[in-house]
């Protein structure tokens, strides 16, 4: 059976096909105006014989391709066990908002935390303060690794910290280490949401910000835990729908 599962969301959308529960096409764009006119397009001539969505989107795509959906929470816990057998802990990081899951052993949900009412610590985060110090996102995660220190970043609220971040550059702060200081203070919000979820071991992550190394590598230290990101991240929450298609 070939099924397809799409995730709509704040920032891009995707799609996942599996034949016969193998891998056989992932898509993604990002996120327009008119979301469901995105998602037709990605769809285009993909070829499926059940579609399920999920993400932010999931309700509008829902009344118009008469396809079932599935929550955000429910999409990454199924997605996640697909590229990790035996994960129990997952982090996704998206363009605007955090999620913490735990699953027991047998792969079924046994709590989450989630963090959807601001943009801070998320991807859409990363994108503002990346262009406040005149880096690309690639150019921003190596910035921060090279920094010997970082600056504290005392705002929590993106609009504050991206003042925050033109003042201290203004007093001739390096840039790299207002950017580690801007990484740190990522991971210490997701790390928060992880500690009252995770169990001991490796830590599945998931989304766009998953393919940042700085937050990566932070991520590994603040939890003392093994870090496991798949070959491309953000297709895991339209994985999972896939598989829910089943």
């Given at each position: 059976m070939r099924v397809a599962g799409i995730d709509i969301g704040?920032?891009?959308?995707?799609?996942?096909?599996?034949?016969?529960?193998?891998?056989?096409?992932?898509?993604?764009?990002?996120?327009?105006?008119?979301?469901?006119?995105?998602?037709?397009?990605?769809?285009?001539?993909?070829?499926?014989?059940?579609?399920?969505?999920?993400?932010?989107?999931?309700?509008?795509?829902?009344?118009?391709l008469d396809c079932p959906v599935i929550s955000e929470i429910k999409a990454f816990a199924v997605g996640s066990r697909f590229f990790s057998h035996d994960c129990q802990s997952i982090l996704d990081i998206g363009g605007q908002d955090t999620k913490a899951i735990s699953l027991d052993s047998d792969g079924n949900m046994r709590k989450f935390e989630m963090n959807d009412k601001c943009a801070a610590g998320t991807g859409r985060f990363l994108e503002v303060m990346a262009t406040a110090l005149g880096f690309s996102l690639e150019e921003f995660s190596q910035a921060a690794l090279s920094a010997e220190k970082a600056v504290k970043i005392n705002s929590t609220c993106t609009v504050f910290a991206e003042s925050e971040v033109v003042s201290l550059t203004a007093k001739g702060v390096p840039r790299n280490e207002v950017a580690l200081g801007i990484h740190k203070a990522i991971v210490s919000r997701s790390v928060g949401l992880l500690k009252k979820v995770a169990v001991p071991g490796t830590i599945f992550f998931a989304g766009g910000v998953a393919l940042n190394g700085c937050v990566q590598v932070l991520l590994e230290q603040e939890m003392d835990s093994p870090v496991f990101v798949p070959p491309d991240p953000q297709i895991v929450g339209a994985v999972g729908a896939a598989l829910n298609a089943l």
């Open positions: 704040s920032r891009t959308v995707k799609l996942a096909i599996l034949d016969d529960g193998k891998l056989v096409l992932s898509r993604k764009t990002l996120t327009s105006y008119n979301p469901l006119e995105t998602a037709r397009e990605l769809i285009g001539d993909a070829v499926f014989d059940a579609l399920t969505a999920t993400g932010y989107g999931r309700h509008l795509i829902k009344g118009h």
